[in-house]
């Protein structure tokens, strides 16, 4: 009994002793969960901002981290979670920091941030960069325009001279046909004059009248035909001088207006090449400093993931002490569970050694009165044998006995059921 009561205090005092180990143990369990996946967007008024850094700790101890995408999202896989309240910080250069505290993860879930810009960002240079090369575009445009309309200008000129040509050959035309009227009045007029010759040889009958007036007649024709010759000619030149001296002054007006145009173009388009080589040099620049920014991030993202995988070992080894404490919990557990199954076992044998004790006990007092009245049987037993001996009433004396003997008897049929009281308790 003693033994049994010993040996249950000791083992509650074990079990009250591992109850921290027990605690640290779902403490570890608390905090070592199954994995999520949370997603970080980070804006900058109705822009994404990309290669933002984002940092999820807990204690100062980072458990994730990761870089916003061209989408700003970064999506963050914490392999452990155990619902702590943890600390988001987003970082960028050319954006104020933000962090949020104290709050609790879920798998899935999207926690938005907005940035401020520390000066120009990066979009509202692009947006500046649009404008120039906006406005360097219309220039451009307007040279062009410029261009075709000295093009334009250039075949106005082109078909003008094609008409002056057409014209001038025209008058050409019209020249050889003047040319042909003057040969057929000088050959009119050679053979007007043969005929007042032959005239003259053959009219003896015809009077010196007639004669002058013939020859009156012919120099008429003759000088009428000269003017008509000289006419024509005087036209001819006019109309082909005219024509000429104003397709020589729509030409050189062309030209030097095409000269200039192209002039002015060509010194727009150096200008235009030369802004935007400088852009291109500026545009590398850009694309350097972004490949530097790009290989900063990268070297920062690869520092977080050798931090994560640390990170994870730790939580592997965590796991594994995590697994002994629990096994060695349960171990205790069982332990006790069998100390107490014992303890309950002693206290039961106790209180039913206690019962039979108990039990024993009233048997002992029954026992004891059974005594008592056998001792006064057998002195009354005494009393008989001597009135027996005596030779007193045997009548009476047998009677006494009989009686005696059922007394006897019934005494002895008590006593049985005691002693089977007593074998039965004694068990």
Not at 78 to 86: A, D, E, F, K
Not at 375 to 402: S, T
Request: zero cysteines.
């Amino acid at each position: 009994m003693k033994k049994h009561v010993l040996l249950a205090s000791m083992l509650f005092a074990s079990i009250a002793a591992d109850a921290k180990v027990e605690t640290s143990i779902h403490s570890i369990e608390s905090s070592i969960k199954e994995g999520i996946t949370v997603t970080v967007a980070v804006r900058s008024e109705a822009n994404s901002v990309a290669g933002a850094l984002v940092k999820i700790t807990h204690d100062g101890m980072t458990i994730g981290a990761g870089t916003t995408d061209e989408s700003g999202n970064a999506t963050i896989n914490i392999p452990s979670y155990g619902n702590q309240l943890v600390k988001i910080e987003v970082s960028h250069s050319l954006y104020k920091n933000q962090s949020v505290s104290d709050i609790t993860l879920s798998n899935g879930k999207t926690i938005p941030f907005n940035l401020k810009a520390k000066e120009s960002s990066v979009e509202e240079i692009g947006v500046k960069t649009d404008e120039k090369i906006a406005k360097t575009d219309e220039k451009i445009e307007s040279e062009k325009e410029k261009a075709q309309k000295a093009e334009e200008e250039k075949v106005a000129a082109q078909k003008k001279q094609e008409e002056l040509a057409a014209e001038k050959k025209k008058a050409e035309e019209e020249k050889e046909k003047a040319n042909k009227e003057k040969e057929a009045a000088l050959a009119e007029a050679e053979a007007a004059k043969k005929q007042a010759e032959e005239i003259r040889k053959n009219a003896e009958g015809i009077t010196d009248e007639q004669i002058a007036k013939a020859e009156q007649e012919t120099k008429k024709r003759e000088e009428e035909a000269r003017k008509r010759q000289e006419e024509a000619a005087a036209r001819e030149k006019a109309l082909a001088e005219g024509k000429l001296e104003s397709a020589k002054g729509d030409a050189k007006s062309a030209e030097k207006e095409a000269e200039r145009a192209q002039k002015e173009q060509e010194e727009k388009l150096k200008k235009a090449e030369k802004e935007a080589k400088e852009k291109e040099e500026a545009k590398k620049a850009e694309q350097k400093e972004a490949e530097a920014e790009r290989e900063a991030k990268e070297k920062e993202a690869k520092a977080e993931e050798k931090k994560e995988k640390e990170l994870a070992k730790a939580k592997k080894e965590a796991e594994k002490e995590a697994k002994e404490a629990e096994k060695e919990a349960k171990e205790a557990e069982k332990a006790a569970k069998e100390a107490e199954k014992a303890a309950k076992e002693a206290e039961k044998e106790a209180k039913e050694k206690a019962k039979q004790k108990e039990a024993i006990a009233k048997l002992d007092k029954e026992q004891d009165k059974l005594d008592k009245k056998r001792d006064k049987l057998k002195d009354e037993q005494k009393k008989i044998d001597k009135d027996i001996k005596k030779g007193k009433d045997v009548e009476k004396a047998a009677a006494k006995q009989a009686k005696l003997d059922a007394a006897q008897n019934k005494l002895d049929e008590d006593q049985k059921k005691l002693d089977k009281k007593r074998k039965k308790a004694m068990k």
